[in-house]
């Protein structure tokens, strides 16, 4: 998640959804397997029927958490571009996003190495491990928030999540996350806005600096790549 130039401008083809398409859909052979499975397309059907009936963000948070450790749980539950690396950075590929971007499904890949900054997301999210482990550092800010530009932040919490794990992230969510194991770490990612998009906050626990940024996605072409 390097920081991109402001104003820098992204499309996403939008068909009416943009929805990544599963590439296999080999373990549905058996009846009981069928039962049990839960695709990432009925997981985002159950997302847009959620953040339209619980305009609450702790609500839309409780119900959608069980959701996506039922996701992230289920074999085979998510299509492999959406765990397409970069050996740059930290990938973040899109996977489904309504018309009116009330909400976004990101795969993330990190490397063992990678790291993203610690920054914040300006709405409400959850973040599962799909496989591998992550280092997650959580921060809260000390100050009361009146300089656009300085911050004190300070940390609150480290932990080791493994497969299964979900964190819940109100809109005022900081955290920092990487890689330390040896094996690529993947986690599916939920947002209560076009994440890729949306401008917001890294920060610089050393200075204080406060640094806006806008992620894009790997998968989705800038306007200014496309031709
Ligand atoms: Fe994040």
């Known amino acids: ?35 049990e499975h839960y695709s990432t397309s009925q997981f985002a ?3 847009d029927t959620c953040v339209r009936k619980h305009p609450n963000e702790s609500e839309v948070l409780r119900q959608i958490k069980p959701l996506l450790e039922k996701l992230i749980l289920s074999p085979g539950s998510v299509p492999a ?23 976004s499904i990101i795969g993330g890949v990190w490397h063992p190495g990678q790291t993203t900054p610690i920054h914040d997301h300006l709405t409400w999210a959850l973040i599962g491990v799909y496989d591998g482990e992550e280092r997650e550092a959580l921060f809260r800010r000390t100050d009361d928030g009146s300089n656009p530009k300085i911050a004190k932040i300070e940390n609150v919490s480290e932990r080791i999540n493994t497969k299964g794990h979900v964190t819940i992230l ?3 969510g900081i955290h920092r996350v990487d890689n330390i194991s ?22 610089n626990p050393a200075t204080g600096e406060i640094s806006r940024f806008v992620s894009g996605y ?6 200014t790549e496309r031709f």
């Open 1 to 35: 998640m390097v920081p991109q130039p402001l104003g820098t401008r992204y499309t996403v083809q939008i068909k009416p959804d943009w929805t990544l398409t599963p590439i296999s859909t080999g373990f549905l052979k058996s009846p009981l397997m069928q039962t």
């Open 45 to 47: 059907r159950d997302v």
């Open 81 to 103: 571009e959406a765990f397409t690396p970069r050996r740059d950075r930290f990938a973040m590929n899109l996977i489904h996003m309504p018309r009116d971007e009330m909400f």
């Open 170 to 172: 109100g809109h005022r």
């Open 182 to 203: 040896g094996k690529p770490t993947t986690s599916i990612h939920v947002y209560g806005r076009d994440i890729g998009h949306a401008e917001r906050h890294s920060y």
């Open 218 to 223: 790997c998968n989705v072409l800038r306007d």
